[in-house]
């Protein structure tokens, strides 16, 4: 059997009989691997690591000017989106924009032309009057519905202005006498030159009218007088005309107050008085 020898440990030795030399060789104990140590300390560390931090609420603070740049993964489509709905958005807005500017700068020129257009010519509305009535098939000493026939002369006088009128078709005039509807046709569709004066003849005819009492009252004690009452009202579609340049539909209305002798085909005009409105569109 062999004894080995203690290895010598060499150093300086304080009070107490410590070692305090750092250059002192370590024992090495044969049961005791540093390399056994280690490797077990790095695989707890290693476990930890997978096992990550602890949960709980975090607060990360990143700079301003980063925030925004570019929108995340998850928001890139609606990103796309927005940005093409924004688009659509302006080419409306300037489709409008330069609708409503067009319109306007229409409006103006029209307004333009059309003021140019009435200094220079100068238009009027034609003058109307009365010259004869003709009054048939009204009877007055029965209750029983009557069918009239009235037969009113006009003068149309465009003696005013430097153009011509054309009345078209599709024109109406009625006959009134105390608010009930006497008779209705047609006003004669003609053309008019500047600085001329025509007559026209307007058959109005009704159909079965029946008069209520006061009414027929008042038509007779009229008669008596000497002074029946009647209104004419005549809307018709005109247009003005210079050269070869017509101008757009417009709409004449003509009323008129007009008082005759008697109810015959030979009354006599007492008094007549027309007015005469024109509507531009």
């Known amino acids: 059997m062999t004894v080995e020898k203690p290895q010598e440990m060499t150093g300086d030795t304080n009070s107490d ?20 140590s280690s490797s077990s300390r790095y695989s707890v560390d290693s476990q930890k690591s997978r096992i990550g931090p602890p949960p709980g609420t975090y ?32 080419c ?32 009027h509305k034609p003058q109307f009057s009365v010259s004869g009535v003709s009054v048939t098939g009204i009877n007055l000493t029965s209750s029983s519905p009557f069918s009239p026939v009235i037969r009113i002369k006009l003068r149309s006088q465009n003696v005013k202005g430097k153009l011509g009128l054309i009345y078209e078709k ?24 500047a600085d001329n004066v025509t007559v026209i003849v307007t058959v109005l005819k009704g159909s079965s009218v029946k008069l209520k009492s006061s009414s027929r009252k008042e038509l007779t004690e009229s008669q008596k007088k000497g002074k029946v009452p009647f209104g004419l009202r005549i ?12 101008t757009w539909t417009m709409t004449i209305t003509v009323d008129c107050k007009i008082t005759v002798d008697k109810l015959t085909a030979s009354a006599t005009v007492k008094t007549e008085n027309c007015e005469t409105g024109l509507s531009l569109l």
């Open 59 to 90: 607060v990360i603070k990143l700079p301003k000017d980063q925030i925004y740049r570019v929108p995340p993964p998850e928001n890139a489509h609606r990103y796309e989106y927005l940005s093409r709905r924004k688009t659509n958005k302006s």
């Open 235 to 246: 809307k018709a579609p005109v247009k003005f005309k210079v050269g070869s340049v017509t």
């Open 170 to 193: 599709g024109n109406e005039a009625d006959v009134f006498f105390n608010g009930t509807k006497l008779g209705n046709g047609e006003f004669t569709a003609f053309k008019q030159p």
């Open 92 to 123: 409306c807005r300037r489709c409008l924009c330069y609708s409503l500017s067009a319109l306007l700068i229409i409006i103006v020129l029209a307004a333009i032309a059309f003021g140019f257009f009435y200094l220079v010519y100068q238009p």
């Open 17 to 36: 009989g410590f070692l305090t030399n750092k250059d002192v060789h370590r024992i090495k104990h044969p049961s005791l691997d540093t390399n056994d």
